[in-house]
T-cell receptor, first 113, second 118 residues
Framework: GAVVSQHPSRVICKSGTSVKIECRSLDFQATTMFWYRQFPKQSLMLMATSNEGSKATYEQGVEKDKFLINHASLTLSTLTVTSAHPEDSSFYIC?????????FGPGTRLTVT | AQSVTQLDSHVSVSEGTPVLLRCNYSSSYSPSLFWYVQHPNKGLQLLLKYTSAATLVKGINGFEAEFKKSETSFHLTKPSAHMSDAAEYFCVLSEGYDRGSTLGRLYFGRGTQLTVWP
């Protein structure tokens, strides 16, 4: 089946710094990728929809200047958390779509100290 | 409005005993419903999906789910739990483009952690 990877799997950063998370579709091209955020004991919440070559569409309440998304190719999307704060600590999951299904990455655990 | 409620945050069973993970949904339209499993450090894997073709849906690894419109439920079951079934399970609703497609916006339940004791 289709495989989606994320890098890094875990990252710890200091408050005020920026962190970049990569999402790659390894064996297929994905015109659309999604970014989700998961708080402990809570469900996945869609943050943004990313289409290759165009600006991401952010969900209501998600700060686009804080969570920068770049989808430069059909196999790579990046999420950059700018000026991270402890409240940004969370589990970030991406997904990539074929013509019919979403396939999910393994997630990135971000801890901001 | 669309929403998904997983009634149990944690379920524990002994190996070889039945598994029941409960899910209720709310949808303005005829929904597509899915169950995903997430093992530690792995991506979400699709277990099964309901697309209105049949109310009893069979998935991978012996899991199945029954769509009950009158109860707005889509509970996941397995007759006999295995140690390898220990994982987080998500019930998901889609307002997707086609029946059974996950291309549309997905609504996730908060997950049920399944523990299997030897």
């Amino acid at each position: 089946g289709a495989v989606v990877s994320q890098h890094p799997s875990r990252v710890i950063c200091k408050s005020g710094t920026s962190v970049k998370i990569e999402c790659r579709s390894l064996d297929f091209q994905a015109t659309t990728m999604f970014w989700y955020r998961q708080f402990p004991k809570q469900s996945l919440m869609l943050m943004a929809t990313s289409n290759e070559g165009s600006k991401a569409t952010y969900e209501q309440g998600v700060e686009k200047d804080k969570f920068l998304i770049n989808h430069a190719s059909l196999t790579l999307s990046t999420l950059t958390v700018t000026s991270a704060h402890p409240e940004d600590s969370s589990f970030y999951i991406c997904s990539a779509t074929t013509s019919y299904e979403q396939y999910f990455g393994p997630g990135t655990r971000l801890t901001v100290t | 409005a669309q929403s998904v409620t997983q009634l149990d945050s944690h379920v524990s069973v002994s190996e070889g005993t039945p598994v029941l993970l409960r899910c209720n949904y709310s949808s303005s339209y005829s929904p597509s419903l899915f169950w995903y499993v997430q093992h530690p450090n792995k991506g979400l894997q699709l277990l099964l999906k309901y697309t209105s073709a049949a109310t009893l849906v069979k998935g991978i690894n012996g899991f199945e789910a029954e769509f009950k419109k009158s109860e707005t439920s889509f509970h996941l079951t397995k007759p006999s739990a295995h140690m390898s079934d220990a994982a987080e399970y998500f019930c998901v609703l889609s307002e997707g483009y086609d029946r059974g497609s996950t291309l549309g916006r997905l609504y996730f339940g908060r997950g049920t952690q399944l523990t299997v004791w030897p």
